[in-house]
């Protein structure tokens, strides 16, 4: 093992590197919001434009909302991300949450996008934001609900295995990751199951179905 040089990071193999964000994806972007008042904007739109409540620490299969072809060419500032994107949540509320998309769409300018790496499976990416949010958080400034910037993003280094590391990784994460999602589905069955009859319970005994006298 060997020091990242990342305090936060501590401790890695002795053949992984340190890359910077910015020096290891192609595209490195953002996008805008069209004007809320102008309804052709918006109104049956079929452009999915990714704003940061969407953001899921997961795969985002869709957009909440959509935007029309004349939004999308009137606003230079929104560019087309290509499938398996990662987009990270910059401000407010949702700072630091992040999604691998798996459609192509457009983004508001609180989100940053990165795809396109010479370096990275973008999986691989996206597994490490999620692990090292608390500490993407701790990179915003500003007052209650603080921001991080593109450029704090783009001077993130990240470790970086050799592509055939990456990708035991990323089938370790994937295969894990899809039990305990499979076992939080089993354990909120089971929630609802026992709030719907502790609701009936409830019912049953203040209504005189179950006499109580004995108990």
Do not use: H
């Not at 002795?14 to 918006?42: A, C, H, N």
């Not at 609180?110 to 996206?126: E, Q």
């Not at 500490?135 to 592509?163: E, H, R, T, V, W």
């Amino acid at each position: 093992m060997k020091d990242s040089g990342v305090l936060w990071i501590g401790q890695i193999p002795l053949i992984w590197e340190m890359r910077k964000v910015g020096r290891s994806f192609r595209y490195i972007g953002s996008g805008t919001t069209p004007d809320s008042s102008e309804q052709e904007y918006y109104e049956n739109g079929s452009i999915p434009w990714v704003i940061t409540g969407d953001l899921n620490d997961d795969i985002l299969r869709d957009s909440t909302k959509k935007i029309t072809e004349l939004a999308f060419n009137n606003f230079s500032a929104l560019k087309m991300f290509p499938i398996g994107a990662i987009l990270i949540a910059m401000y407010g509320a949702t700072i630091g949450k992040t999604a691998i998309v798996d459609f192509e769409g457009c983004c508001n300018q609180a989100c940053c996008v990165l795809a396109d790496s010479a370096y990275f499976y973008n999986k691989f990416v996206f597994y490490w934001f999620v692990a090292n949010k608390p500490n993407i958080i701790s990179l915003g400034y500003g007052g209650g609900q603080p921001n991080i910037s593109q450029d704090a993003i783009k001077s993130l280094k990240l470790p970086c295995p050799m592509f055939e590391e990456q990708e035991r990784i990323i089938n370790f994460l994937d295969r894990k990751t899809a039990q305990i999602n499979a076992q939080i589905g089993r354990e909120q069955k089971s929630i609802k199951l026992l709030k719907e009859f502790r609701t009936s319970l409830i019912s049953e005994v203040v209504t005189g179905k179950i006499d109580v006298r004995n108990n």
